[in-house]
């Protein structure tokens, strides 16, 4: 069963660009790509979806191939603050019909001065 | 004024036990969820609810029985329960129908739930 995979951490310093990529080659053909931030002791956040190219908001970048079976979480210029766990999220078809959510595996960011 | 709140935050209870954890939404969303994250900080979908109706079931032992008494709540009810359900179980919210599109989701701050 293919999974949806992410590094497990990564490490960076304040002012770097750091680039998250999550793989999903399974990932369903109707179905968006979301990520999200999660601090200790809290939910998830939602950070950024797209679908396909790549899509801008006031915190990231996403950036989606053509054959959408990966995508790439980008953060600017981190701080000290986004040290967090970042997940993507999916949907993969189910063998009974319609699609099941699936979180990436997460990757722990760890930012320092 | 907390979007979507659960209680309790922590649960601590004996193996063969009975538990409930309760789930609200504010936001008028039509979908709730109910996610467990494992020591190994893996989230996993267990349930989904539209307006009150089960939407998704991904297999999760029939021990766990989530209720929805209206679209704002979604409860989980756990019976027997087993060292293997010590997890983080988190309640979500999310405005469109459906559950399997990815909408934006909105989550609560997470049960603990330690099975002794």
């Known amino acids: 069963l293919a999974k949806t995979t992410q590094p497990i951490s990564m490490d960076s310093y304040e002012g770097q660009e750091v680039n998250i990529t999550c793989s999903h080659n399974?990932?369903?053909?109707?179905?968006?790509i979301t990520w999200y931030q999660q601090f200790p002791s809290q939910g998830p956040r939602f950070i950024i979806q797209g679908y396909k190219t790549k899509v801008t908001n006031e915190v990231a970048s996403l950036f989606i191939p053509a054959d959408r079976k990966s995508s790439t979480l980008s953060l600017p210029r981190v701080s000290l603050s986004d040290t967090a766990v970042y997940y993507c999220l999916v949907g993969v078809p189910r063998a009974g019909g319609g699609n099941k959510l699936t979180f990436g595996t997460g990757t722990q960011l760890k930012v320092e001065l | 004024d907390t979007a979507v709140s659960q209680t309790p935050k922590y649960l601590v209870t004996q193996m063969g036990n009975d538990k409930s954890i309760k789930c609200e939404q504010n936001?008028?969303?039509?979908?709730m969820y109910w996610y467990k994250q494992d020591s190994k900080k893996f989230l996993k979908i267990m349930f989904s609810y539209n307006n009150k109706e089960l939407i998704i079931n991904e297999t999760v032992p029939n021990r766990f029985s989530p209720k929805s008494p209206d679209k704002a709540h979604l409860n989980l009810h756990i019976n027997s329960l087993e060292l293997g359900d010590s997890a983080v179980y988190f309640c979500?919210?999310?405005?469109?129908?459906?559950?399997?599109?990815?909408?934006?989701?909105?989550f609560g701050p997470g049960t603990r739930l330690t099975v002794l």
């Open positions: 936001l008028g969303h039509d979908t």
């Open positions: 979500a919210s999310s405005q469109d129908g459906g559950g399997d599109r990815g909408d934006t989701q909105y």
């Open positions: 399974n990932i369903a053909t109707n179905d968006y």
